[in-house]
């Protein structure tokens, strides 16, 4: 581990306090640190600055400050270039960050000697079709969500798997996620828990309007397709991840199938999913 690139959610370490200790820590190591121009500025702790890009495709290592949803974004960017994630917590709930924000300096060691592991986590993309033409590809570790708009109608959504036809489902929206996705927003609106080591896609209709509309499980070898088939009169959009958008448009397909590469997930502490399962779910009951 040279190159270690280190990103920052700015809105959780707003004075980057704990940005700078984990660089002093990293630093008696002897790595090199790739931090943003923009941080690299404001740490004032004499370290290069480096194009955004960069952090995702040049490290060894990149290791995220901020919570679950700091290190989707990171995933995203990361996983096609196979660059192992390290996510630091300074959230609430956090499911795929490792370490809490505490003993750092012992996981450190850690790491630098080598008693690491990697997890992989699949990842699915989308492309949206619209008119005959494929004219946006994303891709995502949780899910790809397809939703109404802000008015409480129902939209109709017609699915396929490898174009055999499966249901029309009349619903506030769909979650197809992932098994890491599994314990987020598609757990919410009632789907399985999936152990985060297999590989599937899971599709959950969110608020049904049809009794029979359940959860489905879907082989990693098949392509998921979503159709809007009808009018309708308010917005709709797909979404990855919960942070990044499309609208949509009536007649538009949303085809979802296993992505080429996964995340990769450094872990350093001796923890596994259901006793993580297990605490998180007592902590969010807890916050409730």
């Given at each position: 581990m040279k190159n270690i690139a280190i990103v920052p959610n700015i809105v959780k370490d707003r004075d980057l306090v704990h940005t700078k200790r984990?660089?002093?820590?990293?630093?008696?190591?002897?790595?090199?640190?790739?931090?943003?121009?923009?941080?690299?500025?404001?740490?004032?702790?004499?370290?290069?600055?480096?194009?955004?890009?960069?952090l995702y495709s040049k490290p060894d290592l990149v290791i995220v400050l901020g919570g679950d949803g700091t290190l989707l974004n990171t995933a995203r960017q990361?996983?096609?270039?196979?660059?192992?994630?390290?996510?630091?917590?300074?959230?609430q709930l956090g499911f795929l960050v490792e370490l809490e924000n505490?003993?750092?300096?012992?996981?450190?060691?850690?790491?630098?000697?080598?008693?690491?592991?990697?997890?992989?986590?699949?990842?699915?993309?989308?492309?949206?079709?619209?008119?005959?033409?494929?004219?946006?590809?994303?891709?995502?570790l949780n899910d790809i969500v397809v939703t109404r708009g802000a008015f409480s109608r129902i939209i109709n959504l017609n699915v396929f798997v490898d174009n055999q036809y499966v249901d029309l489902y009349p619903a506030d929206g769909i979650v197809a996620a992932t098994p890491?996705?599994?314990?987020?927003?598609?757990?919410?609106?009632?789907?399985?828990?999936?152990?985060?080591?297999?590989?599937?896609?899971i599709l959950t209709p969110i608020c049904p309007h049809t009794l029979h509309s359940r959860s489905i499980i879907i082989p990693d070898n098949k392509t998921l397709s979503i159709h809007i088939e009808e009018p309708f009169s308010m917005d709709a959009m797909v979404t990855m991840d919960g942070q990044q958008g499309y609208k949509l448009q009536v007649k538009d397909i949303i085809e979802i199938k296993k992505a080429p590469y996964e995340t990769k997930l450094l872990r350093i502490s001796k923890r596994n999913f259901y006793g993580l399962l297990r605490q998180k779910m007592t902590e969010r009951r807890i916050k409730e």
């Open positions: 984990v660089i002093n820590i990293v630093k008696k190591f002897n790595a090199n640190i790739m931090v943003s121009e923009k941080v690299a500025s404001d740490v004032n702790l004499s370290i290069n600055g480096y194009k955004e890009k960069d990361a996983a096609p270039n196979n660059i192992p994630i390290l996510g630091i917590n300074l959230g505490r003993n750092l300096e012992d996981f450190f060691e850690k790491l630098f000697s080598g008693d690491y592991t990697i997890d992989s986590r699949m990842m699915i993309e989308a492309e949206l079709i619209r008119n005959g033409k494929r004219i946006e590809r994303f891709t995502a890491t996705g599994s314990t987020a927003y598609s757990l919410s609106a009632g789907g399985p828990i999936v152990d985060p080591d297999m590989s599937v896609i």
